[in-house]
Nanobody
Framework: AVQLVESGGGSVQAGGSLRLSCIAS????????MGWFRQAPGKQREGVAS????????YYADSVKGRFTISRDNAKNTLYLQMNSLKPEDTAMYYC????????????????????WGQGTQVTVSS
């Protein structure tokens, strides 16, 4: 199995930055895709960014392109999400996700394409 633990959330003002981290443990060699999703109160969970572990290709939701950057440090088994120019509409619980022990599609970022999830970290952006 693979375990994912997120950190780095917090409260910032609009225009600020945060970097989320997701440490993976267990059978990390089995990861095919990794990604970040978010869920605001009363809304469905949506994909924010994903990365193909093998090719390194990255994918972004239109709403975060140019502001967020997903990256992975293989040596540390850590996934990052650098979030700049944050907006109040970015306020949500952010979840790290992975597709493990099988191949699939890293994009489009549908929740059913990922089979392992972290517990989430809250991001709150005030205007």
């Amino acid at each position: 199995a693979v375990q994912l633990v997120e950190s780095g959330g917090g409260s910032v003002q609009a225009g600020g930055s945060l970097r989320l981290s997701c440490i993976a443990s267990g059978h990390t060699y089995s990861a095919y895709c990794m990604g970040w999703f978010r869920q605001a109160p009363g809304k469905q969970r949506e994909g924010v960014a994903s990365i193909s572990v093998g090719s390194g290709s990255t994918y972004y939701a239109d709403s975060v392109k140019g502001r967020f950057t997903i990256s992975r440090d293989n040596a540390k088994n850590t996934l990052y999400l650098q979030m700049n120019s944050l907006k109040p509409e970015d306020t949500a619980m952010y979840y790290c996700a992975a597709l493990v022990f099988k191949s699939g599609y890293c994009n489009p970022m549908r929740t059913q394409n990922f089979n392992t999830w972290g517990q989430g970290t809250q991001v709150t952006v005030s205007s």
